[in-house]
């Protein structure tokens, strides 16, 4: 075991590549020796090469960066260390995330945030339900979405340093139930937001949803393109909430269209 340590002093990655290639597989053998050892201490450093080897590989194979880490998280869940099982899940989350792989990510930020709810860690929690709802969002899984925009609302509304970010929650779940286009169930949740949150109707937020409900129950593409005009006026809005947006604004023209095909 000291002889693979001192490999890894002269195999350091300074510039990734192949360096970083053959330090991970230097690391994954130090995991393997501590795993031979049953004592607890020995499989904390087991898991911890696994991160080593993972991070060596972050830059040139995600492949192979996800296996470590996925052995690292199982070596974690073994000995019970859920805190450090639900970070190295995060980090799995993210690789997927910087890759675009929105249907992996999910996978992963959904079981970090079972384990940091867990851990009773509700910020981290938060955090990765959070990119579980807006990844389900852009997959066009809005039901999904908008549970999960409506489980963190829930969560964050007794904590002073979450609550003032309910109101930007229960709009994103709003954008999601505007794309769904069910007009009943839109306007259920307006009164169930402001039920879950009675300042939530005082907002700028809650207007603007209320407005956008309002245009898709008139199917009004020209009223429609001005609330969201008005509100980015004010509040300028992210890519995330444009996607959507438009999404909305294109099933509203086709339904003007299949209207004007009928008369």
Known sequence: MEQIRETLKGKAPKNGGKNGD???????????????YLQLNSMYEAGSACVDAANCYKKTSTTEAVACYNQAVNIFLDNGRLHMAAKYCKEIGELYELEKNYKQAIVYFERSAELFQGEEVTTSANQCKLKVAMFSAQLEQYQKAIE???????????????KYGVRGHLL???LCQLCKGDVVAINNSLERYQDLDPTFSRTREYKFFADLAATIDEEDV?????????FDSM???????????????EALKAKELEDDDLT
């Open 148 to 162: 999960n925009f409506e489980e963190i609302a829930r969560h964050s509304l007794n904590i002073n340093l979450l």
């Open 172 to 174: 994103n779940a709003g």
């Open 22 to 36: 053959r330090a991970g597989s230097v690391y994954i053998k130090l995991a393997n020796c501590h795993m031979k």
């Open 222 to 230: 020209l009223k429609f393109t001005n609330v969201v005009k008005e």
């Open 235 to 249: 509040t300028p809005l992210d890519a995330w909430k444009t996607t959507l947006l438009l999404r909305v604004k």
